[in-house]
Every structure is written in structure tokens, then in C-alpha cells.
């Protein structure tokens, strides 16, 4: 017996990923159901390669009977809509940033924190961590479980997908009207995306920071450790899908080299391809359409008494959205819900 599975905001981006990531996980399901804005009824979105379904009305939509919903519609439809989902019964993994620093709301990166899950039945909410913090605390579980994190120090080198389909359409429109000498006029984006990089992510706060950044260390804190400071910078590249991070690690205690490489290798949702040679490490070109967290570029970084320093690169789309909702799923329902 499978699950009746809705996904809310099925016709962007992560929707349809999830869709993909549903279908190819095999994940058990007697009915898929796509919902969206009343604009996009009617729609065609695929389930899998051979299966099309049509998009109902999110606003109309009564989720008596839908066990599981994978929801991604934006922050302010998901305040509205999920607390309605959970009342009737369904249990929401939400990928906005709404719900995520809740108290009464787990934030799940199931390599790191599954038990949190069991959080669920307070408001029959899980979140979704955002897309930079999720591949960041995949890679500092393991290392983390050796020698306690002191703090980390990360910027990140992030694509436009992260921003949605309109700031990937902005890239290829800017960067043909480049070859051709027509005006670059930013619309999405707050200055020139093509050929460029941008310093800042969502909102500017009072201390100067973004709220991207903001939301890596509170996040990082409520996954993995209160006790982790993170100092974040977060930037926007001209790169369509996966996000790239710097990140360099100071410990309370010594940890080596090779310590942190075999954690890595044997760290669950981590692969390390790390060569000191050309074509050693990994790109967000590479970890398109690949599910895993990718470690490269790991060293010492001699400034500290115990630290270290690393590249760590995932499809944003996948990891840090879509697969890890559905592996909240899998959780949920292997352990949870006993069908």
C-alpha cells in the first residue's frame, strides 16, 4: 500500500524536481497529485518519464486523505497553505524558508539530524533547510562527530537557479544581449548577473549581513549544534544549476588530514574526489543532476591550531531542495506513518 503524495508548487523548478526525484527514488505512492496557483490548473507536469498529470488549484484544494505534501511555493503561500495541509491531517516537508526556524517545526537534513523528525506531530510541519545550508552540514556532520566545530567561515559561490526560473532566464537573456551589443538591463537580479558576480542573496539586515547569510548560521545551528558560530558570505554567480562553498572549519581539539578524508569517504550523501592535480575536484557543472555532496580541495589551513579548509559543491536544485525533501519522506514513512 503507497501514500497519496501532493506537491505544491509543482510547475517551478523544485516542483518538478521533486516530481523527478519521487519517480526515480521509487518512492511508495498510490497517487500523485500537482498542485499550483490557479494560473497554472490545467498544466501538464510529468511523473517520471511516461506519466503526465494535470495541475489543480492550490487555493481550492482539500487535503482530507493526502498523507505526505512536498510544498514549495514561495514563503508566503506556504504561511497560508501548510498550517491548512497539517490541520487536515497531511504532513508537510516545506521547502520555504517560513517554518524553518519555528521551535515547534523540525529542520531535517537526514544525514545529519533524522531524529529530529519525530518533531513532526506538534504541527504536522517538517522544514526544509535552505539550499547553501543543507550541502554545508552534510559535509561538517562527519567532521563535527570527530572533533567539535569551534566555528566555520564560509562563502559561497551560488547559482541563479537558487532564485527561481525568472533569475535563470535573466542569465541567458543578459548573456546573449553581451554577444550581440543590446542593453543589459537587471530585472531579477539587483545588478548585471552575466559575466559577473553579485554579493548579495535576499534582504540586507541591521548588522550588515543578508538574510541568506543570516539564515546559514542560525540554520547550521538548529541542524547540527547550537553552540557553531558561522560567519557566512553568500554570492550570487553566473552559474544556471549548483552551488559551490568555500568553507574552512576551526575545531576545539586536533583532528588530521586524514582523519577528515576517511570521514568523508564513509560520511553518508558525501562523495570526495580530491586530486592535487588538474581536474582533481569537483565544479557545479560536474554535480548537475547528481544527487551527492561533493568534497574537494581539503587541507590544512595553518592560521588556526586545529583547522581546516575545503570546496564543497552540490546541485542546488536536488540536495539542497528536492531529494532532500524526499528523503524526509522516506524517513517519515518508514519510521513514522507504517504503511
Known sequence: MGYKVAVIGATGNVGREILQTLHDRQFPVDEVIPLASERSVGREVSFGDDEILKVRDLATFDF???????SSPGAKVSAVHSPRAGAAGCVVIDNTSHFRMDPDVPLVVPEVNPQAIAGYKKRNIIANPNCSTIQMVVALKP?????????????????VSG???????????QTRAI???????PERFTKQ????????????????????????????????????????TCVRVPVFVGHAES?????????????????????PGVIMIDHRANEGYVTPVESA???????SRLRKDPTVPHGLSFWCVSDNLRKGAALNAVQIAEVLAQDYLGK
Not at 482530507?64 to 512536498?70: M, N, P, V
Not at 538548529?222 to 560567519?231: E, T
Not at 576551526?250 to 569517504?265: G, K, N, P
Not at 543532476?289 to 568534497?295: K, L, N
Request: net charge negative; aromatic share 8%; no cysteine.
Open 247 to 267: 568553507i574552512t572549519v576551526e575545531f576545539e581539539s586536533a583532528i588530521t588530514e586524514a582523519q577528515a578524508r576517511a570521514a568523508l569517504r564513509d560520511a
Open 143 to 159: 567532521l563535527h562527530n570527530i572533533a567539535r566545530i569551534k566555528r566555520v567561515v564560509v562563502s559561497t559561490y551560488q547559482s
Open 193 to 232: 548577473i552575466a559575466f559577473n558576480v553579485i554579493p548579495h542573496i535576499d534582504i540586507f539586515m541591521d548588522d550588515g549581513s543578508t538574510k541568506e547569510e543570516w539564515k546559514m548560521a542560525a540554520e547550521t545551528r538548529k541542524i547540527l549544534d547550537p553552540s557553531i558560530p558561522v560567519q557566512a
Open 163 to 173: 532564485a527561481g526560473k525568472e533569475a535563470m532566464d535573466e542569465l541567458f537573456n
Open 289 to 295: 543532476g547528481e544527487d551527492a555532496v561533493y568534497v
Open 64 to 70: 482530507k486523505g493526502i498523507d505526505i505534501a512536498l
Open 179 to 185: 554577444f550581440v551589443n543590446d542593453p543589459v538591463k
